[in-house]
C-alpha cells in the first residue's frame, strides 16, 4: 500500500536539519555559490598538473562548437595526427563538415529501414517508441565513422568546411527529424495497406532524395573530385589534383581500419568480460562496418591504451565527461568536488550500478594523447578535446586514473596490442546482441 508523506514526518526532518550547526553554515554557503562551487576542491587541480612522462606532439586542439559531433572530432584527430607528423604539417584538420553530411544521409536510410523493420509493431511497441523518440541525432560510435570513411572517404577542411549548420546543429536536427518522423507516417501506412514492395522503394528513393536536397542546402555538397595543396613546415610546397576521397584516404591516411577494434569496460552482469557485444538498431551505414564491443576489465582496458601510446599512436575514447568534471579548468578527477562532505550526503554508486541504474553512460568522445606513469603505473591522462582552445590547456585536459576507472566506457586499440587470447575471442567473432537502449549502445 502507497504511503503518503505525513506532516509529522516533515517536522521530525526540519527539527534534524536545523539542529545541524554545520547544515546551516552549508546552506548560506551552497545558496549563494552553488552545490558545485561550494564543494570545489583544490586539491584535483594540484594533483593533476598537465605534466606527462608520455607526450603525444598533436598540434592544436580543434573545436566541434554547438554540435554533437564529438565522436566524429575524435576519430578525424587520431587520423590528423599521423598526417601531421608524415607529412610534415602544422594544425591540418580533416573535414568534420564532409563526414558530418554522409553520416546524416546514411542514418536517414537506416532510420526508414527500421521503421520498415518494425511496421507491424505497434507504436506503444518500446523498439518503435525508441527509434521516433530521436529519429537520429549528431552523435555516433567509432564503429559508425568506419562505416563512412569506408564508403565515401575523407577530404581536407580546405576542400569542406564548416558551415552554419554544421558548427550550429540544431535547427538541421529539428528538421531531419521533422522529415524523418512524417515520412515514418508514411511508410508504416504502407505496410498496414499491404503495398508491394517496388512501390514501397520507390516512395523511400523519394524520401532520400528531399534527405540530399535538405543536406545541401544546409551543409553544402560534398565533392566527388579535388585538388589539394599545402606547404609544410620547411615552406616546401605540394600540390594534388583530381583526387577522389576515397584515393585521399589511402594516399595522406592509409591505415586498415579494420584493424582497429572498440574495447570497453562495462563492469555488468549481464556482460561477462572477455566476450564480443553488438547493440540492436545502432549503426547508419546498411551494409557498411557493424558496431562491435569487446569488454574486458579495468586493468586490460588500461594496459591496451598505454600499449597504444608507448607506440605514439593517440586512443580513440568514450566517457561520461560530465561527471566530476571541472570543465574551464580541463580536469576530470574524482575528488574535483566534496560534494558528499558539504551536502553530508553520499551519492556513491559503483560502476556497474551507475550504467544499471541510468545514472552515467558514455556522453563524449575524445582522445588520448599521453599517460603519467609511476612504477610503470598510471595516475593520469593527457586528454585532447574539441571544445577549443578556451577551456583547459589550450583545449587539452587531465584525467586522473581514478576517474578513468569509473567514468571512461569505451577506447579503440588496434588489434595487434590485443592478447593472443583476446585476438582468439575477436576471431571467432561470436557476437552478442545488445538491446537498442543498452547504456553501451550511447552515442558520444
Not at 287 to 298: A, F, M, S
Not at 370 to 395: A, I
Request: proline share 3%; net charge negative.
Amino acid at each position: 500500500m502507497s504511503k503518503s508523506i505525513s506532516f509529522e514526518q516533515i517536522k521530525q526532518f526540519d527539527e534534524q536539519f536545523k539542529t545541524s550547526q554545520n547544515h546551516l553554515n552549508t546552506q548560506h554557503a551552497v545558496m549563494k555559490t552553488g552545490i558545485l562551487a561550494a564543494s570545489a576542491n583544490q586539491t584535483a587541480v594540484i594533483e593533476n598538473t598537465p605534466v606527462f612522462s608520455i607526450d603525444l606532439e598533436t598540434g592544436k586542439v580543434a573545436n566541434q562548437k554547438q554540435s554533437g559531433r564529438c565522436w566524429m572530432f575524435a576519430a578525424l584527430n587520431t587520423f590528423r595526427h599521423s598526417i601531421q607528423h608524415e607529412f610534415n604539417i602544422k594544425n591540418f584538420e580533416l573535414s568534420q563538415n564532409f563526414t558530418f553530411f554522409w553520416d546524416k544521409f546514411e542514418k536517414a536510410n537506416y532510420f526508414y529501414e527500421n521503421i520498415l523493420k518494425t511496421a507491424n509493431e505497434p507504436l506503444t511497441s518500446r523498439k518503435v517508441a525508441f527509434l521516433l523518440q530521436t529519429p537520429q541525432q549528431d552523435g555516433g560510435q567509432w564503429d559508425m565513422l568506419v562505416a563512412i570513411i569506408q564508403k565515401y572517404g575523407i577530404v581536407p577542411k580546405s576542400v569542406m568546411p564548416e558551415s552554419f549548420n554544421s558548427s550550429m546543429s540544431r535547427e538541421l536536427n529539428t528538421y531531419l527529424n521533422k522529415k524523418l518522423r512524417k515520412d515514418a507516417v508514411t511508410l508504416r501506412q504502407l505496410v498496414a495497406d499491404q503495398t508491394d514492395e517496388t512501390t514501397i522503394q520507390i516512395t523511400k528513393n523519394k524520401m532520400l532524395s528531399d534527405i540530399y536536397q535538405l543536406l545541401s542546402m544546409t551543409l553544402r555538397t560534398p565533392p566527388e573530385t579535388f585538388d589539394f595543396s599545402y606547404r609544410d613546415n620547411d615552406e616546401k610546397f605540394h600540390a594534388h589534383q583530381n583526387l577522389t576521397p576515397q584515393k585521399f584516404y589511402q594516399e595522406f591516411v592509409g591505415q586498415n581500419l579494420d584493424e582497429y577494434i572498440s574495447i570497453i569496460n562495462a563492469p555488468t552482469a549481464d556482460k561477462p568480460y572477455n566476450q564480443l557485444y553488438t547493440v540492436e538498431m545502432l549503426g547508419n551505414v546498411i551494409g557498411g562496418k557493424e558496431v562491435c564491443h569487446l569488454n574486458v576489465d579495468i586493468k586490460t582496458f588500461k594496459e591496451l591504451a598505454i600499449a597504444q601510446l608507448k607506440a605514439d599512436e593517440s586512443v580513440w575514447y568514450g566517457c561520461d565527461v560530465g561527471q566530476s568534471s571541472i570543465r574551464d579548468s580541463g580536469i576530470m578527477a574524482t575528488n574535483a568536488y566534496a560534494v558528499n562532505q558539504v551536502l553530508d550526503i553520499d551519492f556513491s554508486m559503483t560502476k556497474a550500478e551507475r550504467l544499471d541504474y541510468g545514472e552515467s553512460l558514455m556522453t563524449h568522445a575524445m582522445v588520448l594523447t599521453g599517460v603519467n606513469l609511476v612504477d610503470g603505473q598510471p595516475t593520469k591522462w593527457k586528454v585532447e578535446n574539441s571544445w577549443g582552445e578556451k577551456v583547459g590547456t589550450k583545449g587539452y585536459f587531465v584525467m586522473s586514473d581514478d576517474w578513468l576507472n569509473e567514468y571512461t566506457y569505451q577506447i579503440v586499440i588496434n588489434k595487434k596490442y590485443l592478447s593472443p587470447e583476446l585476438q582468439e575471442i575477436v576471431a571467432q567473432n561470436e557476437v552478442t546482441l545488445l538491446d537498442p537502449w543498452d547504456p553501451m549502445g550511447a552515442l558520444a
